[in-house]
């Protein structure tokens, strides 16, 4: 089943072609919506099982869903680590420019 998920933290195409990246081995095609805010992703999963992995995946990126319950902690680290998951994206996606 295809689904579309809020995700917090993405902010540019570096942060796109890092969860497409680091999501598609586990989740096959990632779509990112830069247009929206909050950002969405789109996958296919094949049970409702999966949304729990996809979510523990999402949050050690860095970029937790909109609904998940963060504490003022875990809020801060997970902006550090989308920081780093976007410079990551940038640099592999070759180009370092913003979109």
Request: charged content about 20%; hydrophobic content about 40%; proline content about 3%.
């Given at each position: 089943m295809i689904r579309t998920f809020q995700v917090q933290n993405v902010k540019c195409d570096g942060?796109?072609?890092?969860?497409?990246?680091k999501l598609s081995p586990l989740?096959?095609?990632?779509?990112v919506d830069l247009s929206k805010e909050p950002?969405?992703?789109t996958v296919e999963l094949e049970n409702d099982d999966?949304?729990?992995?996809?979510a523990e995946h999402?949050?050690?990126?860095?970029?937790p869903l909109v609904d998940a319950?963060?504490?003022?902690?875990?809020?801060?680290?997970?902006k550090a680590k989308s920081f780093v998951s976007c410079a990551v994206g940038r640099v592999t996606k070759g180009d370092g420019s913003e979109t």
């Open positions: 942060c796109a072609h890092t969860l497409k990246e989740f096959g095609k990632i779509s950002r969405e992703i999966q949304i729990e992995v996809l999402l949050k050690g990126l860095g970029y319950p963060l504490g003022m902690v875990e809020s801060g680290v997970a």
